[in-house]
């Protein structure tokens, strides 16, 4: 009886450790290379017309080869990017490596200023978290949409009037805006996502979201899975994920002010709802890192990855 | 041959006799005390590290202990206010719901397996059991979250469920997870009832369940209630898969049908995009020591539960 018992609570102990395993490894942002390469719709290019194409002549903007290893780690927003021209620079020079790693705007700030990585991706500035000594180096611009459950027929659009009264909590029904007679849920990100602050400060004016009254999702994933599926739900996502082919279909984007959520829409300056992605170094970069931020800002990433990722270029 | 009391707790390490000088130099002994220092040193500095960051808003922020534990979380406004009673209250509710639906089915389970079941019977559950613990979380909140949450949304909008993420849905999917824990434990505790307890009560022709309900339970109490605790520990930790299905709605949760949020989730939404230093990141660090505390509490609960099974 006894040496049952011990038996058992042998195999209970072995299996929650393994629980435990497996649930701190599913928490962990993981080195993303091989993960985040499945997610950046690469193939899909938009209509890159408005890109500038004048400066992406054959062959320029190839990477200057350096060698060492670097890690760049941050917002996950900027990864898709970032992870592709890393990819695309170590293929050029093969005596180079670079790790790309997501872990969140406030994750990237910190470690580079600790010095655990060599470049820190943030779509949010260094200042506003109060961090000094980082070195900016402004790479692209990254747009957002708003969507909705396919289920809320009729909107086109939203003004930024109608928004903020939706997301402060003073619109409850898609019938006040010209849609069905369906109760709106709001999903939001964490108070601390760059997502939430940039719609916050652009669209909101600033105003407080309904918190009280929303749902919170952590990622553009699960707020792409509970707007598919919560019927009357709307939310903001990336445009490298409303692009996404595998999300296609399950969630419905929107007008902003009456302008198209489109890349060129937002290279040109017409729609609002983007911001700029940063990459921090701590002082000003040297070697493989600065010769992988200037690879970054040539002709070739500028040019073609950008575009081809649903980012804007910032140099023209 | 001794009985082991509360499995899963502590080590406690018993010698016979003095050790000789030929057993203090001998090898295996010294690696083995060498993984126990490994271990206690490694707590130690984890505790010191999860000690100091957690009081960080208060010695370095200066935000005061009444600040801490309001209702009020609003990091983004000024003044900014870091409330996190409504993510303590979200941690114990869910804890407790989930206890009180899983501790009666786990114990009745426990009781099936150890007293009830005929050895065919017993061989199909415990190897299922085990297979319960073995299941991943994030596969628990994934069920939850394209079954469960569509399913309470769905059929039971008329009870209060307009979204279908919801504390309920948290403590359903917890009280999944923590059912072979608790009934593990305490089949253990069943199991290790001296067989003359049983004999004695049936020779004065006793029913088999007036056995169980007068005797075996009431002996079996102390290791009940630490296996009911043990499954609560393992609840209050969870992160996971109660974050998908809870909705994460920062504020004091006043019903079982609507969104709320708890500690551990609220803790790794923001974890990532806070930096060391801010007050925002110090106040998440203030979390986690308040788990810690509380999971000190619950341990410190099944030693004395442990020693008053020992004293009777």
């Known amino acids: ?316 | 041959m001794a009985v082991q009391q509360t499995p899963l707790t502590g080590v406690s390490v018993t010698f016979r006799r003095p050790l000789t000088s030929a057993e203090q130099i001998d090898a295996p002994r010294r690696i083995t005390l060498l993984a126990a220092m490994l271990v206690v040193i490694l707590v130690a500095l984890l505790l010191g590290f999860i000690g100091w960051n957690g009081i960080q808003i208060v010695t370095a922020s200066h935000y005061g202990i009444g600040d801490i534990f309001s209702t009020v979380w609003s990091p983004t406004d000024q003044p900014e206010r870091f409330g996190i009673l409504p993510f303590l209250l979200g941690t114990l509710g869910v804890m407790a719901v989930a206890a009180v639906i899983a501790a009666p089915l786990s114990i009745g389970l426990a009781i099936f397996m150890a007293e009830v079941a005929p050895d065919w019977a017993r061989n199909i559950t415990r190897p299922a059991m085990e297979v319960f613990v073995g299941i991943p979380s994030v596969v628990y909140g994934f069920l939850g979250l394209t079954v469960l949450v569509p399913f309470l949304r769905e059929n039971f909008r008329g009870l209060g469920f307009t979204l279908g993420f919801s504390w309920f849905a948290g403590s359903l999917v917890l009280a999944l997870m923590i059912l072979p824990t608790i009934s593990a434990i305490a089949y253990d505790a069943f199991i290790s009832i001296p067989q003359d307890l049983r004999s004695a009560s049936l020779a004065l022709g006793t029913t088999r369940w007036q056995t169980i309900r007068h005797i075996l339970i009431p002996t079996a109490r102390a290791g009940l209630l630490t296996a009911v605790i043990l499954g609560m520990m393992r609840a209050a930790g969870e992160a996971l898969a109660v974050q998908m299905v809870i909705g994460n709605r920062p504020t004091v949760p006043t019903s079982l049908t609507q969104p709320m949020t708890t500690l551990t989730s609220q803790i790794t939404l923001d974890m990532g995009n806070t930096v060391s230093g801010e007050t925002w990141n110090q106040a998440l660090w203030t979390m986690g020591l308040v788990l810690l505390v509380m999971s000190f509490g619950f341990v410190l609960l099944v030693r004395a539960l442990g020693r008053r099974g020992q004293a009777s």
């Open chain 1, 1 to 316: 009886m006894i040496a049952r018992s011990h038996r058992f609570g042998a195999v209970l102990t072995a299996a929650s450790l393994f629980v435990l395993a497996a649930c701190s490894s599913g928490a962990t942002p993981s080195p993303s290379s091989a993960a985040a390469s499945a997610a950046p719709p690469a193939s899909t290019a938009p209509a890159d017309s408005g890109a500038p194409a004048g400066s992406a002549a054959a062959g320029g903007g190839a990477p200057v080869c350096e060698t060492g290893s670097i890690t760049a780690a941050g917002s996950t927003a900027l990864q898709p990017l970032v992870d592709k021209a890393g990819k695309d620079y170590v293929a050029a020079c093969p005596a180079a490596q670079i790790q790309v790693q997501g872990g969140g705007s406030g994750t990237g700030l910190t470690q580079v200023s600790q010095g655990a990585v060599q470049i820190g991706n943030s779509d949010v500035t260094a200042e506003s978290k109060n961090i000094t000594g980082l070195t900016d180096h402004i790479v692209a611009k990254q747009g957002w949409i708003m969507v909705v459950n396919p289920d809320v027929t009729n909107v086109k659009g939203l003004t930024s009037q109608q928004a903020t009264d939706i997301w402060t909590g003073k619109t409850t029904n898609w019938k006040d805006v010209g849609g069905p007679d369906e109760p709106i849920v709001l999903i939001l990100r964490p108070e601390s996502s760059g997502t939430r602050a940039t719609f916050k400060k652009i669209v909101l004016g600033g105003a407080t979201e309904a918190t009280g009254q929303a749902l919170t999702e952590d990622s553009n994933g699960a707020v792409v899975t509970a707007v598919a599926g919560t019927p009357g739900s709307t939310s903001v996502i990336g445009f490298a994920y409303y692009a996404d082919p595998a999300n296609a279909g399950k969630v419905t984007g929107l007008q902003l002010d009456g302008v198209d959520a489109s890349v060129d829409n937002m290279a040109s300056g017409t729609y609002k709802l983007s911001a700029e992605g940063h990459m921090y170094t701590k002082g000003d970069a040297t070697g493989l890192t600065k010769s992988f931020l200037d690879y970054i800002m040539g002709a070739q990433v500028q040019g073609t990855t950008i575009p081809n990722l649903h980012y804007a270029p910032v140099v023209k």
